[in-house]
Structure formats: C-alpha cells, structure tokens
C-alpha cells in the first residue's frame, strides 16, 4: 500500500488547485510534503462564494470571517491586521488603513504587505 505523503508535487498542485480556502489549509496540515506544496501556491484558488471580514475580536484580537458556502464562521489570527481598518478587497488582497491614514495592501493568506506610497495633492510630483 502507498504512502499519501508519497504522492508526486505535480499530483498534490493539481488538488491543490481544486481546494477552496478552507479545504486548502486542511490540505496543508496533512504532512510536511504537502504544506510546501500548499506554501508555493503558484495557481489561483479555485473559485467559491467570497467571505465577509467582520470585526475583530477584542480579547483575542483574531479577525471573524463569515463562509457564505459553508454557513460557517472562522476566527483567524493576522497580525498585520491589529488595530487597522479593512477598506476594501480585491483578488484575495485587502486594503486597509492604519492609525496614521497609511494605505496598505495585505495578502491575509501569504501575509505579503505593501504600504502605498503617500500622494500630497499640493507637492509637485517631479522636481527638477
């Protein structure tokens, strides 16, 4: 009998492009060949109704996300989330804001953050 941890990358990146979210952290908790799989995340996700970001949990300060297709609430913890404002979302990415109105994107799967360069209005933009 084969081993699951045993199956190729190139089998385990075409699951893994199958998975919605939630079903994509499961599969990265099976053993460590899969979470590098899971970790690469070369391909997009698969498609699925979008999660709503609601309010952040005070005592614990973890993130509450509502699952339209599960009916189901998650509490995940993102630092890079503590104490900002989501703005929007695109894509997977969130744009937020933090105390000193700086813009910011945030991947809150792989925790990439850009900050956005900040635009004055009455400074010139090339000077010479």
């Not at 190139?10 to 599969?27: G, M, Q």
């Not at 104490?83 to 700086?102: A, E, L, N, Q």
Request: proline fraction near 7%.
């Amino acid at each position: 009998m084969a081993d699951w941890s045993d199956l190729t990358n190139d089998v385990l990146e075409y699951i893994a492009r199958l998975l919605s979210f939630t079903d994509h952290c499961r599969f990265s908790a099976v053993c460590r060949n899969w979470r590098s799989v899971s970790k690469r995340r070369c391909y997009p996700p698969a498609p699925q109704l979008p999660w709503l970001v609601l309010d952040e949990e005070h005592d614990t300060r973890q993130r509450k996300f509502y699952s339209l297709s599960e009916d189901k609430h998650y509490s995940i913890d993102i630092p890079e989330l503590y104490g900002r404002y989501i703005c929007g979302s695109s894509h997977g990415w969130f744009f937020v804001v933090d105390i000193k109105i700086t813009g910011i994107l945030i991947n809150p799967f792989t925790r990439e953050c850009y900050e956005l360069p900040v635009y004055h209005p009455y400074q010139p933009l090339v000077t010479m």
